[in-house]
């Protein structure tokens, strides 16, 4: 009993680990920005996290809408949630490069933080913009009781 509390232990720790390494990377690359929101499907809202200079953006969901949102119609057909959700937030990637006026950016990768974040690295053909340079902004979310 006492070695399975030990396994089950250095387990937790180490899926503990893993997490703070993503949350401390995570806060340091997109603490500062405001978030954009981009809808997809049937006006499912994800937020949009870009840091436009090192051409990465964090996608973010909510378990609410994981729950509740469009994606259900695939659940209930027998689709792997999982496999429908990396879809969905693909397809708002590359919807907000899209309503961002940056059509002719590729997504070159893909990093999974947790079920409702997910990064994407992409390359555009133009040059980063210097700063100061005014880019086409998105709605941001407000916040309630504000």
Do not use: H, W
């Not at 990377?25 to 994800?46: E, F, R, W």
């Not at 609410?64 to 990396?86: H, Q």
């Not at 961002?100 to 040059?127: N, S």
Request: a positive charge; aromatic letters at 8%.
């Amino acid at each position: 009993m006492y070695r399975l509390t030990s396994v089950i232990g250095i387990a937790a720790l180490g899926l503990l680990a893993s997490g703070c390494t993503g949350f401390a990377y995570l806060s340091k690359t997109y603490v500062a920005l405001t978030p954009q929101v981009v809808t997809i499907g049937c006006k499912d809202p994800y937020e949009v996290y870009d840091q436009r200079r090192i051409r990465k953006m964090l996608i973010v969901s909510n378990s609410l809408r994981e729950i509740t949102g469009c994606g259900i119609d695939d659940r209930l057909d027998g689709g792997d949630p999982a496999l429908t959700r990396a879809r969905r937030f693909r397809e708002a990637a590359r919807a907000y490069l899209d309503e961002t006026v940056r059509e002719d950016c590729k997504i070159t990768g893909e990093t999974v933080f947790t079920d409702l974040q997910t990064e994407f690295t992409y390359t555009c053909a133009g040059p980063v913009e210097p700063r100061g340079t005014k880019v086409p902004r998105l709605p941001g979310r407000t916040r309630v009781g504000l």
